[in-house]
C-alpha cells in the first residue's frame, strides 16, 4: 500500500482561492530535488500554501515528480504549480505528474485549453490591458502581471479602472520586503510571487520560514 496521503484534486477555484487567502507564493527553480524539499519544507512551516516550481531546465519534470510525492507524503495543503510552460505538451507532462496550477509568462490558447480540459488553474503572464482581457477570455483563474519590474505598481493600480473584477499575481520584481509588498498591495495585487531574492540563504530553512512569518503577518496588516 502506497504510504502517499491522498487528497482531492483542487479545482481553479480552490487554487484561488488558497491564493487570495496566503497571498506569497515562491517562485523557485533548482535541479537538486532534496534542495527545494528543504525549501518547500521551510516555506510551509512559515505559513504558505502554494509553490511555484519553475520549468527551466533539462530535468525539470523529472524533479517535479519527486517534488510532488514529497509534498503528498509530508506537505498535504501544499500547492505545487509548475511555472515557465509554453506548449500544450509541457502542461500535459505536468499536470500528469500532478501539478495544482500551470504559470505561464504569456498567454497561449492551446495551453488554456489543455487546462480547461484537465480543470487546472491556468495563470498567464500577461503586461498590456489586452493581454490581461484576453487572459480573462480564455478562462484565467488569475492573471499573472509579468514582469512587475517593468509595468511597475502604477499599472496593476490602473487596471482597476476598466477591469475591476480581475484578480492579478505580481511576478518579477517582487522583493520580501515590507516596503515592497505594501506597494504591491496597496496597488491592487491579489497575490505576488517572490523570486530568488527570497532564496538568498537556501541552507538556513529555520530563518526563511521566519522570513515567511513576519511577511505574512505583515501582509495581514494591509489587508484590515
Same mark, same amino acid.
Given at each position: 500500500?502506497?504510504?502517499?496521503?491522498t487528497?482531492?484534486?483542487?479545482?481553479?477555484?480552490?487554487? =484561488?482561492?488558497?491564493?487570495?487567502a496566503?497571498?506569497?507564493?515562491?517562485v523557485?527553480?533548482?535541479?537538486?530535488?532534496?534542495?527545494?524539499?528543504r525549501?518547500?519544507?521551510a516555506?510551509?512551516?512559515?505559513g504558505?500554501?502554494?509553490?511555484?516550481?519553475t520549468?527551466?531546465?533539462?530535468?525539470?519534470?523529472?524533479?517535479?515528480r519527486?517534488?510532488r510525492?514529497?509534498?503528498?507524503?509530508?506537505?498535504?495543503?501544499?500547492?505545487l504549480?509548475?511555472?515557465?510552460v509554453?506548449?500544450?505538451?509541457?502542461?500535459?507532462?505536468?499536470?500528469?505528474?500532478?501539478?495544482d496550477?500551470v504559470?505561464?509568462?504569456?498567454?497561449?490558447?492551446e495551453v488554456?485549453?489543455?487546462?480547461?480540459?484537465?480543470?487546472?488553474?491556468?495563470?498567464?503572464?500577461?503586461?498590456?490591458?489586452?493581454?490581461?482581457?484576453?487572459a480573462?477570455?480564455?478562462g484565467?483563474a488569475?492573471?499573472?502581471?509579468?514582469?512587475?519590474?517593468? =509595468?511597475?505598481?502604477?499599472?496593476?493600480?490602473?487596471?482597476?479602472?476598466?477591469?475591476?473584477?480581475?484578480?492579478?499575481?505580481?511576478?518579477?520584481?517582487?522583493?520580501?520586503?515590507?516596503?515592497?509588498?505594501?506597494?504591491?498591495?496597496a496597488?491592487?495585487?491579489?497575490?505576488?510571487?517572490?523570486?530568488?531574492?527570497?532564496?538568498t540563504?537556501?541552507?538556513d530553512?529555520?530563518?526563511l520560514?521566519?522570513? /515567511?512569518?513576519?511577511?505574512?503577518?505583515?501582509?495581514?496588516? /494591509?489587508?484590515?
Open positions: 500500500m502506497s504510504d502517499l496521503i487528497r482531492t484534486k483542487p479545482t481553479p477555484a480552490d487554487v =484561488v482561492s488558497t491564493l487570495l496566503v497571498p506569497l507564493v515562491p523557485y527553480y533548482h535541479p537538486e530535488a532534496e534542495l527545494v524539499q525549501l518547500l519544507q516555506c510551509y512551516a512559515g504558505l500554501r502554494a509553490f511555484e516550481y520549468n527551466r531546465g533539462a530535468g525539470a519534470l523529472a524533479v517535479f519527486e517534488l510525492a514529497y509534498t503528498r507524503q509530508h506537505l498535504p495543503d501544499m500547492l504549480g509548475i511555472g515557465t509554453f506548449t500544450a505538451e509541457e502542461a500535459e507532462q505536468f499536470i500528469e505528474a500532478g501539478a496550477f504559470v505561464q509568462p504569456c498567454a497561449t490558447a488554456a485549453e489543455v487546462c480547461r480540459q484537465h480543470r487546472v488553474a491556468w495563470l498567464p503572464g500577461a503586461m498590456t490591458v489586452r493581454e490581461v482581457y484576453e480573462t477570455q480564455l484565467a488569475l492573471v499573472k502581471v509579468f514582469p512587475g519590474n517593468v =509595468v511597475g505598481p502604477g499599472f496593476v493600480r490602473a487596471l482597476r479602472g476598466p477591469l475591476p473584477q480581475v484578480r492579478v499575481m505580481v511576478t518579477g520584481g517582487v522583493e520580501p520586503t515590507e516596503a515592497s509588498l505594501r506597494e504591491w498591495f496597488a491592487g495585487a491579489a497575490a505576488v510571487g517572490l523570486g530568488s531574492q527570497l532564496f540563504t537556501p541552507n530553512p529555520a530563518a520560514s521566519q522570513q /515567511l512569518t513576519d511577511l505574512l503577518a505583515f501582509v495581514k496588516t /494591509l489587508r484590515t
